[in-house]
């Protein structure tokens, strides 16, 4: 069995494939900085017991979490994991200005779309994660760029957080446009107003690319932001980070630079 780790800000993902390449199963840990390596490592071995981890590949964004998981990965399955960065072979080219800043995940995304039935075609991946995030490869598979902005909860935090009246209140459906109450034109600026913002900037970034683009939405509520987009998206698929990292992990398996820890 492939384990893909995905560490987010919020969640760490963790997907397993087996050796066709078949998404088998999936669990979720909060991403807790306070948590040990050790304290890590017997999380993984009461999820993971009745599974044999032949391999793995890490992206993280949480610096704080890098070297415990990456740690903790190994010595529970006594392999040596693959850890994403700019530099992995990961089958594109980042052209952005400083692909050192590039999250892992955002190149795990450029990976999975760069080939098969998108390659030659500019493809704009939405990411709809603790930050909204536009992952822009323009047809000749490279990482061109992208977008960043707060992401749902994050922005429901916020007003809950800086506003002395306004309540923490849940992502869900906004019944209307006009809200008739506190929490309704909460939902309405944050839901509405994300699907507005998603439909306003793929539109700007096609004018940029100089073509149109196929959308792709991954992330938790991609689904839930659907419903108000005036352009639907192409596609989604909840599990594209993770299958971009198998593909990066089969692309370095061999590799034995990328091999080595950290």
């Not at 979720?28 to 050790?38: A, E, I, P, V």
């Not at 902005?149 to 994050?154: F, I, K, M, Q």
């Not at 596609?235 to 820890?261: A, H």
């Amino acid at each position: 069995m492939l384990l893909a780790v995905d560490i987010g800000n919020t969640n760490i993902t963790l997907g397993l494939f087996d050796k066709s390449g078949q998404y088998i199963n999936e669990f979720r840990l909060t991403s807790d900085k306070d948590l040990s390596q050790q304290e890590y490592e017997i999380l993984l071995k009461s999820l993971f017991k009745d599974y044999k981890i032949d391999g793995c590949v890490i992206a993280s964004v949480v610096e704080e979490l890098n070297e415990k998981l990456h740690f903790a990965v190994d010595n529970v399955f006594s392999i040596k994991s693959i850890f994403v960065t700019h530099e992995t072979v990961t089958g594109i080219k980042i052209v952005a200005d400083n692909p050192k800043e590039v999250g892992a995940d955002r190149i795990a995304n450029a990976a999975a779309v760069a080939r098969g039935k998108y390659n030659n075609k500019s493809v704009i991946v939405v990411d709809f994660g603790t930050a909204t995030t536009f992952d822009i490869i323009n047809s000749k598979g490279e990482f061109c760029g992208g977008v960043i902005a707060p992401g749902l909860n994050t922005q429901l935090k916020c007003l809950e957080k800086v506003t002395s009246k306004l309540p923490r209140i849940e992502a869900s459906i906004s019944p209307r446009a006009v809200g008739h109450n506190t929490q309704e034109a909460i939902l309405s600026g944050v839901i509405r107003g994300t699907a507005c913002m998603v439909d306003g900037l793929i539109e700007q970034c096609e004018k940029e690319l100089g073509e149109k683009a196929v959308i792709i939405a991954t992330g938790g509520y991609c689904g839930l932001i659907s419903n108000y987009l005036k352009r639907p998206f192409d596609e989604v698929n909840p599990i594209l980070t993770l299958e971009g990292l198998r593909q990066i992990y089969y692309l370095n398996k061999n590799n034995t630079i990328n091999s080595n820890r950290m």
